[in-house]
């Protein structure tokens, strides 16, 4: 075949990137919901798990419908290679792990997803790994944190739930003279609109759950980067503490990358609309959204993003008011999801983020009146008044 696939429009990569045909010659995506192989012989067992001869031995280790998924996913992120895991934590953890031993020092922005800030502030601790939180935006912030010790950035963009933006160029090249590994949860950007490894990253990291489903169906991760990392650093971790995504969820995964960019991109398109919406109606204090001029990090977001993305951040001033909003949608459900084709809206202080104590959120400037919307694939005439109405009633 002439063809290369790295040569491939995003569309054509999201249906047919990593396609390996059975005999039978189906069109969908084979699902192998098997554990184990059979080999021909003892001496084929014995190549096999040597190394020397290449194919599945255990689903732990490997799966010909999860090896499709990763496939696809590394040719759609550009990445030599990829590792599915079984959540988005599950790949969080084993990045982070994979990476880090005792006496170790990471450097990590200050606004991260609540699961992330537990692993970094209460299971790193346990191990010896110290953290240093940074104001992520800023350059200068990156490098003074930087020890002898210090093996590894933790860099969320944009971040959850006020899409604070991390200069990943900048940090990557602090990170890279510091010989740290730059780790960026890609999650919010997707990786339609945000390529960290072309910007200097080592690994990104995804949670498969929020727009790769993008259907609320099952949970899934990804890692990706060098074919050295994920198939050398990485190996041994993954195979034998079992963060491995069920075939079954792999198969489920390759059929949302198919309308990856279908979906994101008309999210995109919704989220513009709404966005403007609310940053014009007089109870909303302050809105954030990555595709607006406004936001304060719009020149870095020129810079490293092609798409603002479907989350939008804003401020209704009072617990009171952001709970009155969100009891009076009516298409738009109160969720703590992202990226599904169904709009949904949550108040992070009293969800996501509870669990972070006052002062915390404060230094992320997370107060009770913000409210975060992840806008779906609904008419857009019915979502602006579904949200118009519910700012009246504020
Ligand atoms: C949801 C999310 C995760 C965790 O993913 P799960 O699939 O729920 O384990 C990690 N990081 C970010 C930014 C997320 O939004």
Known sequence: ???????????????????????????????????????ESAAAADRRFSGEEPGFIYQRFGNPTTQVFEDRLALLEGAEACRATASGMAAVHAALLGLLRAGDHLVAGRALFGSCKWIVSELLPRYGIETTYVDAVDPAAWREAVRPNTKVFLVESPANPLLEITPIGAVAEIAKAAGAKLVVDNVFATPIYQK?????????????????DGQGRVLGGAMLGSAELMNETYKDFLRHTGPALSPFNSWVLLKGLETLELRVTRQTENAGKIADLIAEHS??????????PDHPQAAIIANQMTGGGNVIAFDLGSREAAWRFLDALEIVDISNNLGDAKSMATHPSTTTHRSMTEEDREAIGLTQGWVRISVGLEGPRDLARDVSRALDKA
């Open 1 to 39: 075949m002439a063809e290369d696939p790295n040569h491939w429009d995003v569309e054509t990569r999201l249906v047919r990137g990593g396609m390996a045909r059975t005999p039978y010659g189906e069109m969908s995506e084979p699902l192998f919901l098997n554990q184990s192989f059979a080999y």
């Open 196 to 212: 960290p490894l072309a910007l200097g990253a080592d690994v990104v990291v995804y949670s498969a759950t929020k727009h790769i």
């Open 283 to 292: 109870k909303v204090k302050r809105t954030i959204y990555c595709g607006r």
